[in-house]
């Protein structure tokens, strides 16, 4: 670790060196962010510590797909250092708001580097992205978040580099803790329970990395906005009798009224958990590690 801390001072030197209006911080000024979602706020100020000031665009408990910015939510990225976005066409808001505000220099997507899952535009998703955009329901992908936030707190506050490195260190070996964990009680659920159905279809990376298997989604497309068909709702439905699924998972943020008239339908159980936004912090789900915890939970312990 020593050698890439080194490496990170070196770097940010010559970034001072080529570019003397890089600011350097004192302990008394933090870099002021802002972060979109709950989600891409903890994870910032994991790694920047405190050497920052993160706000949160997104109100916790908010849905992503159906936010609309106001009038003070643009003096507030008109004021940023730097703006973390989650990026991969989540927030559908953004260009707009970036636009208003005069802040294209500013923004920076956490997501930047991870290949999406499903590269067909998705015929209920009304945005450009070609892929699934949920990519921090896998902790791993989040160690690209990590790395993509580090570099750019190391660029716009170049005399605290080894301080941004080492928060990353510890963070990412957190992360890979966590995936250790997540793998230990997935293994509880047996093999012919782990077909998941959820309100709309935003945990692929997850069932991808850990075994399980999305078999359904009363929404098919990756919004939450998306508005599925009788025949797609009948479809689901036969699905679930067929294999005999449990359960529903339904997200916090979205409106449960489809899921919980294909469970009256089916009989199954509706469970709910946490999918765009942490809950309050100090909750059962106020940081990104206990997210992980909370819905694994749910997973488990309805399947198993």
């Known amino acids: 670790m020593k050698n890439k801390h080194f490496v990170h001072i070196f770097i940010a030197l010559i970034i001072f060196s080529c570019n003397p209006q890089t600011p350097l911080l004192d302990e008394a000024n933090k870099l002021n962010i802002v972060a979109t979602t709950s989600i891409v706020a903890d994870v910032v100020a994991q790694v920047g510590g405190d050497l920052v000031d993160v706000q949160i665009l997104l109100p916790e408990g908010t849905d992503p797909h159906s936010f609309e910015p106001t009038p003070q939510d643009i003096a507030k990225v008109a004021d940023a250092d730097v703006i973390f976005a989650h990026g991969a066409g989540l927030e559908t808001f953004l260009e707009n708001l970036i636009e208003s505000a005069g802040a294209k220099e500013k923004i920076v997507e956490v997501a930047e580097g991870i290949e999406l899952l499903g590269g067909v535009k998705d015929k209920h998703d009304d945005d450009e992205h070609?892929?699934?955009?949920?990519?921090?329901?896998?902790?791993?992908?989040?160690?690209?978040?990590?790395?993509?936030?580090?570099?750019?707190?190391?660029?716009?506050?170049?005399?605290?580099?080894?301080?941004?490195?080492?928060?990353?260190?510890?963070?990412?070996?957190?992360?890979?803790?966590?995936?250790?964990?997540?793998?230990?009680?997935?293994?509880?659920?047996?093999?012919?329970?782990?077909?998941?159905?959820?309100?709309?279809?935003?945990?692929?990376?997850?069932?991808?990395?850990?075994?399980?298997?999305?078999?359904?989604?009363?929404?098919?497309?990756?919004?939450?906005?998306?508005?599925?068909?009788?025949?797609?709702l009948a479809e689901i439905e036969n699905t679930i009798r067929e294999l005999k699924v449990s359960t529903i998972f339904v997200g916090r943020t979205a409106n449960p009224d489809l899921a919980e008239r294909v469970a009256e339908d089916t009989g199954v159980q509706l469970v709910y958990f946490y999918t765009g936004s942490l809950s309050a912090s100090g909750g059962e789900a106020g940081t990104y590690l206990d997210y992980l915890r909370y819905n694994t939970n749910a997973f488990v312990n309805a399947l198993k």
Request: cysteine-free; glycine content about 4%.
């Open 130 to 232: 070609s892929g699934d955009p949920h990519t921090w329901t896998d902790p791993n992908n989040v160690i690209i978040w990590v790395e993509n936030i580090e570099s750019s707190l190391i660029a716009e506050d170049a005399i605290h580099a080894d301080s941004y490195a080492e928060n990353a260190d510890a963070y990412i070996a957190e992360l890979r803790e966590i995936d250790a964990w997540i793998r230990e009680r997935i293994s509880e659920i047996p093999l012919e329970n782990r077909q998941i159905v959820t309100d709309h279809s935003l945990l692929r990376y997850y069932v991808d990395e850990y075994g399980l298997e999305q078999v359904g989604a009363i929404i098919p497309g990756y919004s939450s906005l998306s508005e599925p068909s009788a025949q797609e």
